[in-house]
């Protein structure tokens, strides 16, 4: 697609439960990347994803947070026994980094993010 | 650890009034220093990336600087269109594999230019 595209946009949910995120990234990009941001605050790494397989997972908080990218393009983020911490915007980014011979920087695109309460 | 921040958190100007965002960041060799604008509700829009200490870049009223230590927003002549929360993040050198890929970024600077 013409951008990156991330749904819900927002999602209110109670304590405890189950949620997914999902992220379509821009056509062709093989870098995914998804971050939390809270009011206030800068955007917080979570997990990036070369291709099909999580290249960096180091910012995920803890194992209720887990995301896949089955075919190399759309990512979901899942989020197990919801906490009212939880609460965020969770974004989803794609850039070209990783791709043949590109070695530039890496330029990341975002989505509008997905806005998250937990009750 | 690499470590970005962010000063003033929060800046209010007048239209018309100059003046400059500061970046200040720590990171195990540098790849890339990145300025994006976020406005509220979306996503952050990339705005420039600095490579190496000495290098500036230019867009309308902004220019962003880059040393060794910290990255400038300079913002000249401010209009009202220009409030957004301005983010700036830094990229490291890959260290091995995949790795380095993400960016760190700063807690932001909330401009407000008022008419």
């Known amino acids: 697609g013409a951008g990156v595209s991330q749904t819900p946009s927002n999602k209110v949910t109670e304590k405890g439960k189950y949620v997914e995120l999902r992220c379509d990234p821009i056509?062709?990009?093989?870098?995914l990347y998804w971050y939390r941001q809270s009011l206030g605050q800068g955007p917080e790494f979570l997990i990036y994803?070369?291709?099909?397989?999580?290249?960096?997972d180091s910012g995920l908080p803890n194992d209720r947070f887990f995301a896949v990218r089955p075919e190399g393009s759309v990512s979901t983020l899942k989020i197990q026994r919801t906490e009212r911490g939880d609460s965020a915007v969770y974004l989803c980014?794609?850039?070209?980094f990783g791709q043949g011979k590109y070695s530039g920087a890496n330029v990341l695109t975002f989505g509008a993010g997905s806005r998250l309460t937990v009750l | 650890e690499d470590q970005v921040t962010q000063s003033p958190e929060a800046l209010r100007l007048q239209e018309g009034e100059s003046s400059s965002l500061n970046c200040s960041y720590t990171?195990?060799?540098?790849?890339?220093l990145f300025w994006y604008r976020q406005d509220p509700g979306k996503g952050p829009e990339f705005l420039f990336t600095?490579?190496?200490a000495g290098e500036e870049k230019e867009k309308e009223r902004l220019k962003a600087t880059l040393t060794k230590k910290e990255s400038f927003l300079h913002i000249t002549a401010p209009k009202p269109e220009d409030s957004a929360t301005y983010l700036c993040?830094?990229?490291?050198?890959?260290?091995?594999?995949?790795?380095?890929?993400?960016?760190?970024f700063g807690q932001g600077t909330e401009l407000s230019v008022k008419p």
């Open positions: 980014a794609s850039s070209l």
């Open positions: 056509s062709g990009h093989t870098a």
């Open positions: 994803f070369q291709g099909t397989g999580a290249a960096d």
């Open positions: 990171v195990s060799g540098l790849r890339g």
């Open positions: 600095l490579y190496s």
């Open positions: 993040a830094v990229q490291a050198n890959i260290v091995q594999g995949n790795q380095g890929g993400k960016l760190i």
